[in-house]
């Protein structure tokens, strides 16, 4: 369904969805005008921006189909037709009359918002994207699209596609501004449909390969099959390294230097890594359509077993009993939820990692892409 295709009685009562990543809790997000507000605003534009832009006034409800009442929680009978939020024990709309009420939850406002400190000493609150039913950190995210979106999805498919063999594009649009930004934004989502499309490619026919091998062969792969160094930077050209003289000077001469050759390999081993990581829970990754699967070696884990378990019985109180099977099942689950958050080491990630998370020395190597503070690889450190 698209928003603009709406009619204007459906415009008022139409939420936009929202979703855990993690635990799949599914439920409706909306802004109020003001804290307590009995109300639920609904207007899409005013809310993209609110969320994006953390407003304390972001709300979110789901559905309560089993009656459950839970600690820090208001229950509420939603109004289908007005987005009142009405007393549980209403049967009809205390805003509308409707009797078209839905069941509701909804996280006390105060546990969704973080204080933190500003640079000049205020503190300043935020709402997060912190799922409230797991905890997930910026797990919750809207489901739904945007048009820029949907069509960077379909270029990238077009331009993925072997029957696509003259690759060029014009998109329209009504306002010059729009349309240059639009054409960044192409560029950037084309870059990482061609990346995935290359890593099926090669992984296709290689079940059980390890990462470390795919690291070292990947490059080689497609340097080989696209035949030239000049070909093969061009299909691999993220949009941020575009601003180098090597690529202008590639565009003009139709040489690729050894420099920028390096640098695309550089990148694709990072891109390779971040693919299994810290990418694998957005867009279309590889394991997210199930075009891979990832599994961690057992033997590596079997072998940690006897002297973990050794400390953690003898140092944790109350993990006297400690069955080898539960430690596994823990340190398995551990292991998957800090690969999905992106903790795989690279060589590019020790200086911040001995930083404590500075993102600006995890972006300084220039092969390194921009790293937002929310789209970070997340580590285990003492
Ligand atoms: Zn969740
Ligand atoms: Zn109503």
Redesign the pocket.
Known sequence: MLADDQVAEDKVRTLPVIHCRDCGSTGWGGLRRKTGDKKIGCNLRDFYKAYFSKDTLISYVFPNLQGRKLDNWNSWKL?G????LNSTDRDN?S????ENLISIVEPDQETLIQVYKTKDGNNRRISTHDCPFCGSKNGLSILGSRAASLASAAIGTLFASSYNDDRKLITFSDSVQDAAHRAGFFQTRTFRTTLRTALRQYLNGKAGCNLAEIRTDFNQYWRNKIGSDEDYVATFMPSDLEWLYEWEDLQKTAKASANLVELIDKRLDWEVVAEVGLRTSFGGSLERTASCAIYLNPDLIKNLIPELLEILRNEIGGLEALQPEELTRFLLGFIHHLRQRGGILHAATNNYIESGGSTFLLQKPLFMPGFAASLAPVYLVQ
């Open positions: 109004c037709d007005c987005l009142t709309c805003g509308c009359g409707s």
